[in-house]
């Protein structure tokens, strides 16, 4: 299987572009910094030699289209979209400037929107495909200090639930996935707010495992860990108290914070 992976400089794109390519598939691997891609490419290849890469900036909205249709042709077809690239900028919203609500809708929604359209045509003529993006349990729970990264990874999922309905009766597969905590540089990138979440962060390497097992089963959507799915059916029944609830949460972990 060809699989392309956007977002594998770091994190969990390198995680999931090194365990494709342990199990022999060619992965095609994109971001910004050329030097970790590098990294990631050299252990791909020993597995799986026709990897390749591409140094791109997927906030460049104009150029997705070109660039996915060119990874198309080098891999030789894509057969597996990965949309995993994205920021959070973790700030209150009163601390957010409208063209960081821009910047990361652009990323986490506009560019994935882009490259999925630019592809399915191809999968379609070709009679397979499958798409599956990194959202996140924030797709589900609008978590404090992440307004703009909340509504741009709902918008993302909102997205795939109308396509997996619209492409009915073609071959091609639709899949979300909602990471909780990962450990991951995203905690720790510079122009965001300390995280308030106080999970211990699971190893990069669940996600792999967990993706593996989704695309075997033919999930639709899956939770990392899977407990949040409770937490997420939960919350509709009374989205008031929820939001009581987290207030409740968030007031008690600034507290503990700046006790530390
Ligand atoms: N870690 C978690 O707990 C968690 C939870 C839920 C969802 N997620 C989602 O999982 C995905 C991966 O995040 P991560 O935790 O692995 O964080 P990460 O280590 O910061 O990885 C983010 C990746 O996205 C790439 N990227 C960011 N902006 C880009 C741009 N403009 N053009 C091209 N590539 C870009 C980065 O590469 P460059 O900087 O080199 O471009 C990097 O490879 C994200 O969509 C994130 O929202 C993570």
């Known amino acids: 299987m060809n699989v392309l992976i956007t977002g594998a400089s770091s ?5 999931l572009a090194r365990g494709f390519a342990r199990d022999g598939h060619t992965v095609g691997i994109c ?5 970790l891609l590098r990294e990631v490419l050299d252990d791909c290849v020993a597995s799986a030699p026709d990897s390749k890469m591409w140094v791109v900036d997927l906030a460049d909205l104009d150029g997705v289209a070109a660039f996915g249709l060119q990874a198309d042709d080098e891999l030789g077809g894509i057969d597996l979209l ?4 994205g920021i959070p900028k973790r700030r209150h919203a009163l601390n957010l400037a409208p063209d960081v609500v821009d910047q990361v809708m652009a990323v986490n929604y506009a560019s994935p929107i882009r490259l999925t359209l630019a592809l399915l045509p191809r999968m379609i003529e070709r009679g397979r495909g499958r798409i599956l993006s990194i959202s996140s349990v924030a797709a589900r729970f609008g978590p404090p200090r992440e307004a703009a990264y909340s509504a741009s990874k709902a918008a993302l999922s909102a997205f795939m639930e109308s396509l997996a ?3 009915d009766g073609t071959p091609i597969k639709i899949h979300l996935v909602n990471p909780g905590i990962i450990d991951t540089p995203l905690f720790q990138l510079p122009d965001n707010e300390t995280s308030l979440a106080d999970l211990e962060p699971l ?3 669940v996600m792999y495992e967990a993706i593996k097992q989704q695309l075997e089963d033919d999930e639709f959507e899956i939770y990392v860990p899977d ?5 997420a059916a939960n919350r509709y029944g009374n989205l008031g108290a929820f939001i009581e609830g987290s207030k409740d949460y968030t007031r008690e972990r600034v507290k ?3 006790a530390q």
């Open 31 to 35: 971001a910004r910094r050329e030097d």
């Open 11 to 15: 994190g969990i794109g390198a995680g």
């Open 203 to 205: 190893p990069v390497e």
């Open 256 to 258: 503990q914070m700046e």
């Open 165 to 167: 309905v619209d492409l």
């Open 82 to 85: 990965i949309n995993n690239a």
């Open 227 to 231: 407990w949040f799915k409770d937490i």
